[in-house]
């Protein structure tokens, strides 16, 4: 049975002929599953899409009925239902959008690799599949509509890429018409205008190919209000200056552009920026310029104001990251973390983020190199933060701010100083000007100057002063000069004092949620968990948020979250510290992260043990998590408050939460290869188990931070745990998994012998409880480390019959493991056509589930193969794609690069 999705929905029987697919809803159901094939597709995602102007009450009952009447007319054993939804398993080679994929990812890699013909041909092949819009026939709900935007997307990058191919093959004369064509269909797509200019440049048509930027620009500006983008300006530059850029293929970097929005209302720092610009003239090195001075001053702002001035002399990008470096929740953010986040910007994917900081840094220099980047450190704690992240190549411009004087800076990297000191008379006069009005300003000039040495001239105490007189024009400013002289919080200038009067002027339900806020650890906080804190649904918010950011008491960096400034933090942490809601507050908090964690672990593996969790309390709204890819979206955002949640657990003796807490966010640092962190964690939660007495959290703990001193390489201290968990291992559950993990240390420590034991143990354990899952997990596992005894017709066996039974059961971490070790068996058996084959099907599951420690050594034993059997080029590619990836894990790469290296020498 072949499936066609790319175009009207089609299922063609054995003879190539159309097969009857029943009634509309159906046909909807039957193109959900495959648009997602392979993935489970929640049931309420499937509710919807059928019934999306509302479902009857029958919907699931229904659902099912056209599931079981699927499965019968189409013989679709793949299809099941399971805890996270239905799923329908296809063969790769019999759906039109897996064989769309597998081609364009050939083509890419052939035209990467210069081989013009063969990527060609893919991508060809890839195009010829689409016979109109994705599921042109079915009336699709407003949510899948997205998905299939992307498709469409993905169709149009492909087209690009081929007509790119065509050109660089030399048939750019027969390619004029259609790039026209293409480009007065869609005259927005700025590769297609790049491309035609290409195609005339090198007919010989040089003024056409100007003619068309000319068009093109005067088109973004008319409807979308923007300038080109850097690839159509240096393509202008090329055959402006008479260039051939040559046929090469490779995409543009990403041209990242995070600096915040600009302050409406800025004034003033004449001096200070006028000092950065004319540091903008040297160009011969790395410029790094310091900028210090003392809370509130307005260091951010000024820098965020000029940044957006010098942008357009920064066409490769600007960067921006707020280290947290004085945050009152303590949660100053790590090297190794702001080069994650610099590098997601710039385009290195994050699931191939390197774990260490020395490689972490190097491939951010690397991605730097040649550009020009303006790049913004804000809130820097000390040097030592901020010296992994300074670029390594001229062209690039840091700013850094602190509160400190970073002087170190200037010896080692020979950074400028500038100091923001108090605005002047005049600058504070002209910021409340901008912010309430000249004429306010200029009617009570002594209760102007009163309120400016009240705020002692700090641009944020002005700034929550000038609000609560914004919103209250009728309101003599002498009278809030007066309060503020009465304030019984302190002198004049102390912000504190500023603070306490604007918090005195709120609303009941504003001051309960600021006080609130101040319990929140993290950097930002996203609507959901604001209403758990509060105990109130997300719509009573709403007025409340409105009164703080209306007041400066709060931000909205992004819509739906939100973020106080440090002073306010600390501010709002005094005030909550003697509020009687503080313990119901905070342990609803914890209690939301605790549960929308655990929820987002069971969707990135439907097959993980998870710990039975107590109802939430009242108040407590988890928020739902869709599906794997939604978790993982969630723990990017909440990463930091997850981690310093467990902390705060912690320290506060909430240790039932702390070690759960800890528990679900080691699930989620394992999939980063975060292992640092995760035993930091670890440790956390094992201590908070500890003084629970409680043998099933700490065998659990002790498990869960065997993990993380594996992958460190510390197996004495791994075993050590290890043997404590197996020691009070509360249930036969447990101690198979302890039992796997003790094998896995074995297996890491070359004892294959011990490690069998104690995997065929976990397997017997697993057997009894009727797990099959578990069972076949050490199965596989049996198989590799027979492997490792030289057993290869019984590890060939046993993982042949695991993959079977993993593909039934749906387990699609493990069977990667499993094909390598078929592989691995194959290779040393002398077949070496299927370890091929069984290696490359290992590499690409890896790829499809983001493992990739494994694809890393299949793709290692790939090239190996290949080399062995007379097939140096494909050696070649393959041995490219695992550096690349060893790269990128913090792995030795000399092994590889002797292999290539010897390669070449042989070529030669």
């Given at each position: 049975m072949r499936?066609?999705?790319?175009?009207p929905?089609?299922?063609l029987d054995?003879?190539?002929r159309?097969?009857?697919l029943?009634?509309?809803?159906?046909?909807v159901?039957l193109?959900?599953?495959?648009?997602?094939?392979?993935?489970?597709v929640?049931?309420?995602?499937?509710?919807?899409?059928?019934?999306?102007?509302?479902?009857?009450?029958?919907?699931r009952?229904?659902l099912?009925?056209?599931?079981s009447?699927?499965?019968?007319?189409?013989?679709?054993?793949?299809?099941?239902?399971q805890?996270a939804?239905?799923?329908?398993v296809?063969?790769?080679?019999?759906?039109?959008l897996?064989?769309f994929?597998?081609l364009?990812?050939?083509?890419e890699?052939?035209?990467?690799?210069?081989?013009l013909p063969l990527a060609?041909?893919?991508l060809h092949?890839?195009l010829?599949l689409?016979r109109g819009?994705?599921l042109?026939?079915?009336?699709l709900?407003?949510?899948?509509?997205?998905t299939?935007a992307?498709?469409?997307?993905?169709?149009?990058?492909?087209?690009?890429?081929?007509?790119?191919t065509?050109?660089?093959?030399?048939?750019h004369?027969?390619?004029v018409?259609?790039?026209?064509?293409r480009?007065?269909?869609?005259?927005?797509?700025e590769?297609?205008a790049g491309l035609?200019?290409?195609?005339?440049?090198?007919?010989?048509r040089?003024?056409?190919a100007?003619?068309?930027?000319?068009e093109?620009?005067?088109?973004?500006?008319?409807?979308?209000?923007?300038?080109?983008g850097?690839?159509?300006?240096?393509?202008?530059?090329?055959?402006l200056?008479?260039?051939d850029?040559g046929?090469?293929?490779?995409?543009?970097?990403?041209?990242?552009?995070?600096?915040?929005?600009?302050?409406?209302?800025?004034?003033?720092?004449?001096t200070?920026?006028?000092?950065?610009t004319?540091l903008?003239g040297?160009?011969?090195?790395?410029?790094i310029?310091a900028?210090?001075g003392m809370?509130?001053?307005?260091?951010?702002?000024?820098?965020?104001?000029?940044?957006?001035?010098?942008?357009?002399?920064?066409?490769?990008?600007?960067?921006?990251?707020?280290?947290?470096?004085?945050?009152?929740?303590?949660?100053?953010m790590?090297?190794?973390?702001a080069?994650?986040?610099?590098l997601?910007?710039l385009g290195?994917p994050?699931d191939?983020?390197?774990a260490g900081?020395?490689?972490?840094?190097?491939?951010?220099r690397?991605?730097?190199?040649?550009?020009?980047?303006?790049?913004?450190?804000?809130?820097?704690?000390?040097?030592?933060?901020?010296?992994p992240l300074?670029?390594?190549s001229p062209?690039?411009?840091?700013?850094?701010?602190s509160?400190r004087?970073?002087?170190d800076?200037?010896?080692?990297?020979?950074?400028?100083?500038?100091?923001?000191?108090?605005l002047?008379?005049?600058?504070?006069?002209?910021?409340?000007a901008?912010r309430?009005?000249?004429?306010r300003?200029a009617?009570?000039?002594d209760?102007?100057?009163?309120?400016?040495?009240?705020?002692?001239?700090?641009?944020?105490?002005?700034?929550?002063?000038a609000?609560?007189?914004?919103?209250?024009?009728?309101?003599p400013?002498?009278v809030?000069?007066?309060e503020?002289r009465?304030?019984p919080?302190?002198?004049?200038?102390?912000?504190?004092?500023v603070?306490?009067?604007?918090y005195?002027?709120?609303s009941?339900?504003a001051?309960?949620l600021?006080?609130?806020?101040?319990?929140?650890?993290?950097?930002?906080?996203?609507?959901?968990?604001?209403?758990?804190?509060?105990?109130?649904?997300p719509?009573?918010?709403r007025?409340a948020?409105?009164?703080?950011?209306s007041?400066?008491?709060?931000?909205e960096p992004?819509?739906g979250?939100?973020?106080?400034?440090?002073l306010l933090r600390?501010?709002?942490?005094?005030?909550?510290?003697?509020?009687?809601?503080?313990?119901?507050?905070?342990?609803?908090?914890?209690?939301?992260?605790?549960?929308t964690?655990?929820?987002?672990?069971a969707r990135?593996?439907p097959?993980?043990?998870?710990t039975?969790?107590?109802?939430?309390?009242?108040?407590?709204?988890?928020?739902?998590?869709?599906?794997?890819?939604?978790?993982?979206?969630w723990?990017?955002a909440?990463?930091p408050?997850?981690l310093?949640?467990?902390?705060?657990a912690a320290?506060?003796?909430?240790?039932e939460?702390a070690?759960?807490?800890?528990?679900?966010?080691?699930?989620?640092?394992?999939?980063?290869?975060?292992w640092?962190?995760?035993?930091?964690?670890?440790?956390?939660?094992?201590?908070?188990?500890a003084?629970l007495?409680?043998r099933?959290?700490?065998?659990r703990?002790?498990?869960?931070v065997t993990?993380a001193?594996?992958?460190?390489?510390?197996?004495?201290?791994?075993?050590?745990?290890?043997?404590?968990?197996?020691?009070?291992?509360p249930?036969p559950?447990?101690?198979?998994l302890?039992?796997?993990w003790?094998?896995?240390?074995l297996?890491?420590?070359g004892?294959?012998?011990r490690?069998?034991?104690?995997?065929?143990r976990?397997?017997?354990?697993?057997?009894?409880?009727?797990?099959?899952?578990?069972?076949?997990r050490?199965?596989a596992?049996a198989?590799?480390?027979?492997?490792?005894?030289?057993?290869?017709?019984?590890?060939?066996?046993?993982?042949q019959?695991a993959?079977?039974?993993?593909?039934?059961?749906?387990?699609?971490f493990?069977?990667?493991?499993a094909l390598?070790?078929?592989?691995?068996a194959?290779?040393?058996?002398?077949?070496y056509a299927?370890?091929v084959e069984?290696?490359?099907q290992?590499?690409?599951?890896c790829g499809a589930?983001?493992?990739?420690?494994?694809?890393?050594?299949?793709?290692?034993?790939l090239?190996?193969?290949l080399?062995?059997?007379?097939?140096?080029?494909g050696?070649?590619?393959?041995w490219?794609?695992?550096?690349?990836?060893?790269e990128?894990?913090g792995?030795?790469?000399?092994?590889?690069?002797?292999?290539?290296a010897?390669?070449?020498g042989t070529?030669?």
């Amino acid at each position: 049975m072949r499936f066609r999705v790319l175009g009207p929905l089609e299922a063609l029987d054995g003879a190539g002929r159309p097969v009857r697919l029943g009634a509309p809803k159906q046909r909807v159901l039957l193109g959900m599953l495959l648009l997602h094939a392979d993935r489970p597709v929640p049931v309420d995602r499937l509710v919807d899409a059928l019934w999306p102007d509302g479902p009857p009450r029958s919907a699931r009952q229904v659902l099912r009925t056209y599931a079981s009447a699927l499965r019968a007319a189409l013989s679709l054993d793949g299809l099941s239902a399971q805890p996270a939804g239905y799923r329908l398993v296809v063969p790769p080679d019999e759906l039109d959008l897996t064989v769309f994929e597998r081609l364009a990812d050939e083509g890419e890699r052939a035209l990467a690799g210069g081989d013009l013909p063969l990527a060609a041909e893919r991508l060809h092949g890839a195009l010829a599949l689409w016979r109109g819009p994705v599921l042109a026939d079915l009336a699709l709900a407003t949510e899948v509509l997205p998905t299939v935007a992307g498709l469409d997307e993905r169709r149009l990058a492909v087209q690009e890429i081929w007509l790119e191919t065509r050109l660089a093959l030399g048939h750019h004369a027969a390619l004029v018409a259609e790039l026209r064509t293409r480009l007065a269909r869609d005259p927005l797509r700025e590769r297609l205008a790049g491309l035609l200019m290409l195609a005339l440049y090198r007919s010989g048509r040089r003024a056409e190919a100007l003619a068309v930027y000319t068009e093109t620009r005067q088109r973004l500006a008319e409807e979308l209000g923007i300038e080109p983008g850097t690839e159509l300006r240096q393509r202008h530059r090329d055959v402006l200056t008479d260039q051939d850029p040559g046929p090469g293929s490779a995409a543009p970097p990403a041209v990242p552009r995070q600096l915040p929005a600009v302050a409406r209302h800025f004034t003033g720092r004449t001096t200070e920026l006028a000092e950065l610009t004319e540091l903008l003239g040297h160009t011969d090195t790395v410029v790094i310029t310091a900028i210090d001075g003392m809370a509130g001053i307005g260091k951010t702002t000024t820098v965020v104001h000029w940044a957006h001035r010098v942008a357009d002399r920064f066409p490769d990008g600007q960067l921006y990251v707020n280290l947290r470096g004085f945050d009152a929740s303590g949660s100053v953010m790590a090297p190794e973390e702001a080069l994650r986040y610099l590098l997601d910007a710039l385009g290195v994917p994050t699931d191939l983020a390197p774990a260490g900081l020395d490689v972490l840094a190097a491939r951010y220099r690397s991605q730097l190199a040649g550009r020009r980047v303006l790049v913004v450190l804000d809130n820097a704690r000390d040097t030592a933060q901020v010296r992994p992240l300074l670029p390594g190549s001229p062209g690039c411009f840091v700013v850094v701010t602190s509160r400190r004087r970073l002087a170190d800076l200037v010896a080692g990297e020979g950074a400028r100083l500038l100091t923001l000191d108090l605005l002047t008379p005049d600058e504070a006069r002209k910021v409340l000007a901008n912010r309430i009005g000249a004429g306010r300003v200029a009617v009570e000039p002594d209760a102007v100057d009163e309120i400016i040495a009240r705020c002692g001239r700090l641009p944020l105490a002005l700034a929550v002063t000038a609000a609560r007189a914004a919103v209250r024009p009728a309101y003599p400013l002498s009278v809030l000069a007066g309060e503020l002289r009465d304030a019984p919080d302190g002198l004049a200038g102390d912000l504190r004092a500023v603070f306490s009067w604007s918090y005195r002027q709120l609303s009941a339900p504003a001051a309960r949620l600021f006080r609130l806020l101040g319990l929140h650890p993290g950097p930002q906080a996203g609507t959901p968990v604001v209403a758990s804190l509060a105990g109130l649904p997300p719509s009573a918010l709403r007025p409340a948020l409105a009164e703080l950011t209306s007041a400066h008491l709060l931000a909205e960096p992004v819509p739906g979250r939100y973020a106080l400034h440090d002073l306010l933090r600390a501010y709002a942490t005094e005030l909550a510290a003697t509020d009687p809601e503080r313990p119901a507050a905070r342990h609803r908090m914890l209690e939301h992260y605790l549960h929308t964690a655990c929820a987002g672990v069971a969707r990135v593996d439907p097959h993980a043990y998870p710990t039975p969790l107590p109802p939430p309390d009242a108040g407590v709204a988890p928020e739902e998590i869709r599906d794997g890819e939604h978790a993982l979206a969630w723990f990017t955002a909440e990463r930091p408050a997850l981690l310093a949640a467990v902390r705060l657990a912690a320290e506060a003796g909430l240790d039932e939460l702390a070690w759960r807490l800890g528990g679900a966010a080691s699930d989620l640092l394992s999939l980063e290869g975060a292992w640092a962190e995760l035993a930091a964690v670890g440790y956390l939660a094992l201590d908070a188990a500890a003084r629970l007495d409680d043998r099933e959290a700490q065998s659990r703990t002790h498990r869960k931070v065997t993990v993380a001193l594996i992958r460190l390489g510390r197996f004495d201290d791994a075993e050590k745990q290890l043997r404590c968990a197996l020691d009070i291992a509360p249930d036969p559950r447990e101690e198979a998994l302890v039992h796997h993990w003790m094998a896995v240390l074995l297996e890491a420590r070359g004892e294959y012998a011990r490690a069998l034991t104690h995997v065929q143990r976990s397997g017997e354990l697993f057997t009894r409880l009727g797990d099959r899952i578990g069972a076949v997990r050490a199965q596989a596992m049996a198989g590799w480390l027979h492997t490792n005894l030289g057993e290869y017709e019984v590890a060939l066996g046993q993982c042949q019959e695991a993959l079977a039974q993993m593909r039934a059961l749906g387990d699609e971490f493990v069977q990667a493991a499993a094909l390598d070790t078929i592989g691995h068996a194959y290779r040393h058996l002398g077949e070496y056509a299927l370890a091929v084959e069984y290696y490359t099907q290992a590499a690409e599951q890896c790829g499809a589930i983001g493992d990739r420690h494994t694809r890393a050594q299949s793709l290692v034993s790939l090239g190996e193969v290949l080399a062995e059997t007379g097939d140096p080029a494909g050696a070649r590619t393959t041995w490219q794609q695992a550096l690349e990836l060893h790269e990128v894990l913090g792995y030795d790469t000399a092994d590889i690069h002797t292999r290539l290296a010897g390669l070449t020498g042989t070529a030669g």
